[in-house]
T-cell receptor
Framework: DVKVTQSSRYLVKRTGEKVFLECVQD?????MFWYRQDPGLGLRLIYF???????EKGDIPEGYSVSREKKERFSLILESASTNQTSMYLC??????????????FGPGTRLTVL | QQQVKQSPQSLIVQKGGISIINCAYE??????FPWYQQFPGKGPALLIA?????SEKKEGRFTISFNKSAKQFSLHIMDSQPGDSATYFC??????????FGTGTRLTVIP
């Protein structure tokens, strides 16, 4: 069964802290994604990666960076957390392909609160 | 700029009723339109999807209606059940590129 796991379900950090969110998938997927989910705004893509050590900016990359050193692991980094980064963060992975072959499998999310 | 516009933001339906969620897009290059379902505390999961060469796709109680000329598509949930209460996202994609998600609809089905 396909599985995407995220390191924490809930996280509370202080303004200015460096925050690491970890995501691991066990499906040997090439693509991995980080989204943030906010009420009324849906899912917004922060960064994605289509291969190890490769990364591409999504729609809202400001204030974030990512790291993909191994195929199964994709990390989201908040260099200096701010209160406007309080949100639900979702990781997803997919194969490279079109249509249904490109189905994204999501983790359960990390709810981050920045005080 | 929202590539896929979704409405309503929230929806309350009586058990046994029909739930309808609408989406619209502008980019005619989109060629794949999935719907994702998200239960509280879980990540979204693919529910049903359609390509623009058909006008309707049905899977059990879930149907996508697609109107290519109007650039609109909708999800219909027949005989809605309390277990269908979730947030639904429409999305659109071109080729092997990334998905563009709508803003989501929170559906509540009351017994």
């Amino acid at each position: 069964d396909v599985k995407v796991t995220q390191s924490s379900r809930y996280l509370v950090k202080r303004t200015g802290e460096k925050v690491f969110l970890e995501c691991v998938q066990d499906m040997d997927h090439e693509n991995m994604f980080w989204y943030r989910q906010d009420p009324g705004l849906g899912l917004r893509l922060i960064y994605f990666s289509y291969d190890v050590k490769m990364k591409e900016k999504g729609d809202i990359p400001e204030g974030y960076s990512v790291s993909r050193e191994k195929k199964e692991r994709f990390s989201l980094i908040l260099e200096s957390a701010s209160t406007n980064q309080t949100s639900m963060y979702l990781c997803a992975s997919s194969l490279i392909g079109q249509g249904r072959a490109n189905e994204q499998f999501f983790g359960p999310g990390t709810r981050l609160t920045v005080l | 700029q929202q590539q896929v516009k979704q409405s309503p933001q929230s929806l309350i339906v009586q058990k046994g009723g029909i739930s309808i969620i609408n989406c619209a897009y502008e980019n005619t290059a989109f060629d794949y339109f999935p719907w994702y379902q998200q239960f509280p505390g879980k990540g979204p999961a693919l529910l049903i999807a359609i390509r623009p060469d058909v006008s309707e796709k049905k899977e059990g109680r879930f149907t996508i209606s697609f109107n290519k000329s109007a650039k609109q598509f909708s999800l219909h949930i027949m005989d809605s059940q309390p277990g269908d209460s979730a947030t639904y996202f429409c999305a659109a994609q071109t080729g092997a590129n990334n998905l563009f998600f709508g803003t989501g609809t929170r559906l509540t089905v009351i017994p």
